[in-house]
């Protein structure tokens, strides 16, 4: 019996071999598209890498930059203050007693330049390649040759038990609300960011200076990473030095209670 009203003709075979397996449709799909992001891609570059630089998303970098742009505002709010003071003084307004109230106060605040016999202390990350020095301690882990906030804070805080009028960490004045933080074994004062070594200098009596820092149990602590790994300290008396006047913003912040 013949089957011809169910079997396909020549014309359907030629039409079968006109189609595309779905297969194929998807494949020519996916290179088309690649050679649209790649035209896309050239017409935008024009000749030049749109790669973006790491160096732009990395989080030091930017911490770094804030830190100038801090420095900058500084020394602007300086130069601001100095400008207040002097019309403040050729205004002539305050009696002599009130001058000598205000000046008290500023010296008192650490806002005003501060001169006198200093000493310093440096401390310095242990070099990378140290090993113990002494019989019966181990070989370093990282974490002990690198300076860390509590050895920073140990040094300021002797020196102001050793009766420092003043103290400078790097190029900044401490005051009353200036903290010493630290992420890994980089500073941070008020906006900025220091690397090692770290230099701290205090006005004061020098003999009562160094005794405070001798008889200081963190430092004593330090000394003992630094004999056995070789972690920087050096203390030196400057002779006379002055001390840079406090020229941030000296204005406090804080909470309020829900009403």
């Known amino acids: 019996m013949s089957n011809s009203a169910d079997s396909p003709g020549p014309g359907a075979d030629r039409d079968r071999a006109r189609r595309f397996p779905p297969v194929r449709i998807l494949t020519a799909a996916v ?24 160096s732009l998303l990395k989080l030091s970098d930017l911490v770094q930059e804030r830190s100038r742009k801090n420095k900058e505002l500084d020394e602007s709010n300086a130069t601001l203050r ?41 401390l310095n990350d242990a ?27 140990a040094v300021v805080n002797a020196l102001w038990n050793g009766g420092a009028r003043g103290i400078k960490v790097m190029d900044q004045r401490l005051i009353s609300t200036s903290a010493v933080r630290c992420v890994g074994n980089t500073l941070i004062l008020q906006g900025r960011v220091y690397s090692p070594p770290y230099k701290i200098t205090a006005v004061g009596d020098p003999d009562r200076l160094k005794k ?22 050096k203390v030196t008396e400057d002779g006379t030095a002055t001390l840079p006047g406090y020229t941030g913003a000296v204005d406090l912040h804080y909470a309020q209670p829900v009403g």
């Open 212 to 233: 405070a820092l001798a008889d200081s149990p963190a430092i004593q602590n330090y000394m003992v990473y630094v004999n056995v790994y070789g972690l920087g300290w």
């Open 127 to 153: 070099p990378p390649n140290a090993t113990a020095k002494l019989p019966g301690y181990p070989e370093p882990q990282p974490d002990y040759l690198v300076i860390h906030q509590q050895d920073l804070q």
């Open 31 to 54: 290179f088309a598209l690649a050679g649209l992001i790649f035209f896309t891609s050239f017409d935008t570059a024009k000749g030049t890498n749109i790669r973006t630089d790491t």
């Open 82 to 122: 100095g400008d207040v003071e002097s019309l403040a003084r050729s205004d002539g307004g305050g009696t002599k007693a009130q001058d000598e109230k205000l000046s008290g106060l500023e010296d008192s605040a650490g806002t005003r330049p501060l001169k006198g016999k200093a000493v310093s202390v440096t």
